[in-house]
């Protein structure tokens, strides 16, 4: 009988949650094993991901402007601080709308708003993108392999 109590209290001392806080009233936390194995986890992988290296940055591709495109019209500052247009290239695997590309072109144009060509590309979230060599109807092409998109003038 006294084995078996002792094996109970076991279980039951190796069962049971730990109570951390203050009793304050306010509603204490509480703390197991198992969520602190996984807030750990979740905390190494957020550290290893956050520490990896950038990725290789996608060589730009020449912009066929007879290319299908969805011309966007909704203006966003951009080279100077001037009104600027996004356009997106349709590709077989591209999935960016007008607001996501104009969002990729305005973080461009928030570290480069001069428009000076020769500059290394610029990875901005996923896509590579780099001021054309050429001005020409596309003024900044940005690609990640699947979409390509671009900013141009607004043409009158």
Known sequence: MKTLLIVLLTLVAGCSTTVVGAGSGTGAATTT???TATATTAET?????SESPEP??????TIDESAPARYCDRPFAGALGKPMLAVVVETPSGRLDCDEAAAV??????????????????AIGP?????????????VVCSD???VIYAMWPQT
């Not at 072109?105 to 610029?122: H, I, K, W």
């Open 56 to 61: 290789t940055p996608v060589e730009l591709p």
């Open 145 to 147: 392999g699947d979409d």
């Open 127 to 139: 896509m590579t993108c780099n001021q054309v060599p050429e001005p020409a109807l596309p003024q």
């Open 45 to 49: 992988e957020r550290t290893t991901t």
């Open 105 to 122: 072109l305005v973080d461009y144009y928030a570290q480069r708003r001069d428009p000076v060509p020769g500059l290394p590309p610029l």
């Open 33 to 35: 094993a198992s969520t």
